[in-house]
């Protein structure tokens, strides 16, 4: 019997046009930016950006965009052999809008190609973004941990600054949109 061997692809897209959102930036500058405010802005802007459902000014990207996003960008840098390679066993296992951190699932002679046309990827539905792999793993299991762990870092140090601005909508959205991650991450099939 043939067992197939797959890699697990733990990435993160990084939108250009995010206003601060989901960025690591240092408490003195987050400070720096709520002082430096116009009087004329609305004052229930956080300056966290998205930061969970009920927040959420980003236009959703749905599985499907990101799919046709990458397939194009192997097609357009690996030609029609790569394209060729990577049609079957390349999956979307998890993808959040909100975080915007996903899974993929993709055979172990070609993972270089998937990882390769990712970072060539600079726009998805018209807006530019840089993607980043973080984390490769051979099994689910661990690519979910990472994920857990990658996103309660990210979400801390920014409910650490919403502390720190005295913004508790903005404490309590985070807290909340932690909390859904990771039931969104530990429903995954393993």
């Known amino acids: 019997m043939v067992r197939f061997k797959n890699r ?8 250009a046009d995010t206003p601060l959102g989901w960025t690591s930036i240092p408490a003195s500058t987050s400070l720096a930016l709520l002082n430096a405010a116009q009087p004329g802005e609305a004052a229930d802007q956080s300056p966290f950006g998205d930061t969970g459902r009920n927040n959420c000014r980003l236009p959703p990207l749905a599985n499907k965009d990101l799919l046709f996003a990458l397939k194009d960008s192997i097609a357009e840098n690996f030609g029609d052999y790569g394209a060729g390679l990577t049609q079957r066993p390349l999956t979307l296992k998890y993808f959040s809008p909100h975080t915007n951190v996903g899974i993929l699932r993709i055979s172990r002679e070609e993972m270089h190609i998937v990882w390769g046309a990712l ?6 539905k018209g807006r530019p973004c840089i993607i980043k792999v973080i984390h490769t793993s051979g099994t689910i299991k661990k690519c979910q941990l990472t994920t857990i762990k990658y996103d309660r870092d990210r979400i801390m140090f920014l409910r650490n600054q919403a502390q720190l601005l005295k913004d508790s909508q903005a404490y309590t959205q985070l807290g909340l949109a932690y909390k859904e991650s990771a039931d969104e991450v530990n429903s995954l099939e393993i």
């Not at 697990?8 to 939108?15: N, P, T, W």
């Open 8 to 15: 697990y692809l733990l990435f993160e897209i990084v939108y």
């Open 119 to 124: 970072t060539f990827i600079n726009q998805l």
